[in-house]
């Protein structure tokens, strides 16, 4: 419905320490309803919802611009098919039957063929409340809107806590009934019941790991949140390094001569799914980590000490940051311990910016982990056998080997880059002795903010419309990146 008053929360009313208040769920934009992606269809071979402005105005419905649920079931759906929403998408409420309108749930329905329509409120465990099946939901008009009512007295709030979940059985079968004749098309608008209210709708944002609201990936997509990053259609590049220069951990480019033992490509994980993947279809095999909270691999230990750096490509989709580790067999640092040397890509101290969208090739110092603080344990880089990464969302990962020289300069001295006045306000000067081909700034997200091409050996770039906060600069030098952080004021 249109009406402001019929958003999901209509009236307040102080009801000891809840408030109790009159639930509508008018499916309207802007409303915790009016989320296409707050509901899913259940027990159908073909499930379909949608969110839609009436298609058939009459009846108890005849607004030709209110928007309504609209559902679709196959013949051959389970009896007891239907639509819900995900959890505390609504909030969370209980029912108190000393409150007359917390004894009564009404919904207007426009069914395709005469049937019941069945009801159900389930808690936060997944507990049912209440489940009504009989002929309190009867359509027996069909293809016009009516209004079905169902008596929920008898449900007691000291019993029915944490309600947080409303289904719909569009078509329910399961008790005798003759069999479904054909598919089914239901429209759903305005349920409505009071309630004593205990939370309000959980509120979806950007960095919350999950795809709510209208995004259309996981904290991406719709409305308000950054375009989702598609997945790599390339693989990786090969690595430039010399066989002779490199201990491979995982590429197919190097010989077995010069690849570690025994290396098992899942050796632990947590929660996600961890998968080789074949982008090209060409044999070259890339590391896939769906859904990161922790994961490694593991071979023979193995002394790096003569080599200076580890490389790693990786392609970052939905991920905000994740951390790279070397593990070393007789440091014993728990997993977890903030001890435990890693390299950061993203997240609030990161010691490289969280790139997405792109294949990155990383050259990491050795001397970064054989320095890292592990306070009262000893670490050093004569028995390497595991890596392991953690962090949220997804990462592709690639052509991790050890490399005695680093063929991407990173800093901006070693390319004799000047970057001036840092901390900056508004404009920031770069100078180089070579031609600057391209400036790039990322925030801390690994989103980029500024790009911009120079082809020039002095560039001023106008940062005045970043907010204040640290970045990092990528400067493109004859086909070379060197990188630095800028403070903006």
Not at 157 to 178: L, P, S
Not at 256 to 273: L, P, R
């Amino acid at each position: 419905m249109k009406k402001i008053t019929l958003f999901i929360f209509l009236t307040f009313i102080s009801l000891g320490y809840s408030q109790q208040q009159q639930y509508n769920l008018g499916f309207e934009p802007g409303t915790p309803s009016g989320i296409l992606s707050n509901w899913a269809t259940f027990e159908n071979p073909n499930p379909v919802a949608d969110i839609v402005t009436n298609p058939n105005p009459n009846g108890t419905n005849t607004s030709a611009t209110t928007k309504v649920l609209k559902l679709n079931m196959v013949q051959s759906s389970a009896c007891y098919g239907g639509a819900v929403n995900f959890h505390s998408t609504l909030g969370t409420w209980n029912l108190n039957s000393i409150i007359l309108s917390n004894k009564t749930l009404t919904m207007q329905v426009n069914k395709s063929i005469v049937g019941k329509v069945g009801i159900k409120f389930g808690n936060a465990t997944n507990g049912t409340v209440f489940e009504i099946k009989d002929n309190q939901g009867l359509v027996s008009t069909v293809n016009q809107w009516v209004t079905l009512s169902w008596d929920i007295s008898a449900y007691n709030a000291a019993d029915n806590v944490n309600i947080d979940q409303m289904v719909i059985f569009i078509d329910w079968r399961c008790t005798g009934e003759i069999a479904r004749p054909s598919d089914v098309q239901l429209l759903v608008d305005n349920i409505s019941w009071g309630a004593n209210k205990l939370t309000d709708p959980a509120v979806p944002t950007c960095s919350d790991g999950i795809q709510n609201g209208d995004e259309t990936g996981v904290d991406c997509g719709g409305t308000n949140c950054p375009v989702c990053i598609l997945d790599p259609t390339v693989s990786a590049p090969s690595p430039l390094a010399p066989a002779a220069n490199v201990r491979s951990v995982y590429s197919e480019t190097y010989p077995a001569i010069n690849t570690v033992s025994n290396f098992i490509f899942n050796a632990f994980q947590g929660a996600g799914t961890i998968s080789e993947v074949d982008i090209q279809n060409n044999g070259n095999k890339s590391g896939k980590i769906n859904g990161l909270s922790y994961y490694g691999a593991q071979w023979t230990a193995t002394n790096i000490s003569s080599f200076g750096y580890v490389h790693l490509d990786y392609y970052a989709t939905t991920s905000n940051n994740f951390n790279f580790y070397l593990i070393d067999q007789n440091a014993n640092i728990p997993g977890g311990n903030p001890a435990e040397p890693r390299y950061s890509f993203g997240g609030t101290t990161p010691n490289a910016p969280l790139v997405k969208g792109s294949w990155q090739s990383i050259f990491i110092p050795l001397s970064h982990f054989s320095s890292f603080n592990t306070g009262s344990f000893t670490y050093n880089l004569n028995n390497i056998y595991q890596w392991k990464f953690d962090g949220n969302g997804t990462v592709y990962f690639d052509n991790i080997y050890f490399s005695t020289t680093n063929l991407a300069t990173s800093t901006f001295e070693n390319l004799n880059v000047r970057m001036y006045p840092n901390p900056a306000n508004s404009v920031l000067n770069i100078d180089a002795k070579s031609n600057i081909e391209n400036v790039s700034i990322y925030n801390l997200l690994g989103q980029e903010v500024v790009s911009k091409t120079i082809n020039n050996q002095n560039a001023s770039i106008n940062i005045s419309n970043l907010q204040s906060g640290i970045y990092i600069v990528k400067t493109s030098i004859g086909g070379k990146i060197a990188t630095s952080k800028l403070i903006k004021e």
